[in-house]
């Protein structure tokens, strides 16, 4: 016969099979919403199995917290905005470290006899991520400077906080300080470890943190669940860092950075001088009517994106542009880099939103070999990751940097607002190419009379 | 339970998880990161518990805690929902 125990943690795994399968079935954006879907029930089934514990509930306390938390989350979900995606992924990492922060607080305080060690590290992951994701949060609104904030000695400060958590852990072991004050300690010494690690970390690197700190909103929750021995906060604990890890590996190798560079680096916190000189580079300079008759003659085109079109709001003519292309018989893609965003996949989130296909957009390893045979590549408000330098220049600092092949195309319409360089500080060599040809001006201003050219045309 | 098997359950689920996101495509990413901050809110379940803990102090520290959690999972899953419904195939 089973006992409620057992009951429990079978439900439990049910649960993480729910997880385990709607993750699986974002393998493809056919089935991804049921995925989704999945997962919710799963996380409903643990509630259940939960609630039906036996333990002595508050239950009004309980609908108050679960009352407060859903009104919050339901109003962040529908009023958030794409370009916000983000911020909110965030805040949602940090509010997923307190949370396991509380969780380790609470059961700390209760006097409870699980293993002081791991009520420690619970805390200190938990505090980590919560203060680390709300100075990614600032950055990425702009309360706080996008750029890296850099002093002397910051580092040896780092390393110190880090090594101190390690002595107070160690001391607790030979009984040197009272329990109380090494808990209270770390918990301040990982709140400001969390700013000293994600301060130093330049706005362009902020896909890398986003990433980073997701996994550690996970490994936290699966810290809670060594606490608590619960298998259900183990296994979607480390889905959730296996997750974070390996996107923060993605992103990494989008901009040919080690994470040891992108944590340590602190890239941007000068604007690098690299071959910012312009001379010597023929910059071409066309209207709107002559690069809607060059993508006239065309008959394949292939448009890259950056972040710059979504902050001009304009991935909706973008989008107009492409389908009146596509009606004259054109073929049109969309070449996507990692790092076009702000954070993994967000191009492709802000396009969908603008109803293209998702069909056509087209990762880095897809698209690059499609340049060779293409003729007009459009770049709306991409620079870096559109820069041959990455390529054959040794001495700059995108080098090795994968890039979108566009100078392969026949010709390459470059819409910018300015020479401004890229988020690397870098100038962009592309735009002095013979088949390079700049159209300058407001990404949208710039599409919509585009759009009314071929239209005419 | 025993800590060698929560271990050996932590260990074989980040190799489920490589596995299983591994094959998520770039074009998911972002909804993977705002359903992963969902399931991350599995930490409802401790902050359930620890509302029933000893003392006045762990119960408000168990409500945070419920807040916090509920925030991403209700959160999360509907914004996950709300970006997977614009990706169409025309």
Known sequence: MMNQTDIQNLLYLISAIGFIVGIKRLSHPKTARSGNFLASLGMLVAIIATLTSGANFDWQLIALGVGIGSILGIVIAARVEMTQMPQMVAIFNGLGGAASGFVASSEYFSGSDSSYIIMCLSVLIGTLTFSGSFIAFGKLQGFISGRAITFTGQQAINALIFTSMIALLSAHNFSLLPNDTIFYTITVLALILGIGLTIPIGGADMPVVISLLNSYSGIAAAATGFLLGNNALIISGSLVGASGLILTNIMCKGMNRSLANVIFGAVGATPTGGDSDQKGMNIKSYSTTEAAMILDAAEKIIIVPGYGLAVAQAQHVAREVADT??????????????????????????????????????????????????????????????????????????????????????????????????????????????????????????LNDLLKEIKEL | MDIINLITIFILAVFVGNEIINKVPPTLHTPLM?????????????????????????????????ICATVNVVGGFLVTDRMLKMFKKK
């Open chain 2, 34 to 66: 705002s359903g992963s901050n969902a399931i991350s809110g599995i930490a409802i379940v401790g902050a359930l518990l620890a509302i029933t803990m000893d003392g006045e102090l762990s119960t408000y520290l168990g409500l945070a805690a419920l």
């Open chain 1, 325 to 446: 292309l596509e009606a004259q018989g054109k073929k049109v893609l969309y070449a996507i880099h990692p790092v076009a965003g702000r954070m993994p996949g967000h191009m492709n989130v802000l396009l969908a939103e603008a109803n293209v296909s998702y069909d056509l957009l087209k990762d880095l390893d897809e698209i690059n070999p499609e340049f060779e045979d293409c003729d007009v590549a459009l770049i709306l408000g991409a620079n870096d990751v559109v820069n041959p330098a990455a390529r054959h220049d040794k001495s700059s600092p995108i080098y090795g940097m994968p890039i979108l092949n566009v100078d392969k195309s026949r010709t390459v319409i470059i819409n910018k607002r300015s020479m401004n360089p890229g988020f690397a500080g870098v100038q962009n060599e592309l735009f002095g190419y013979d088949n390079s040809i700049m159209v300058f001006g407001d990404a949208k201003d710039m």
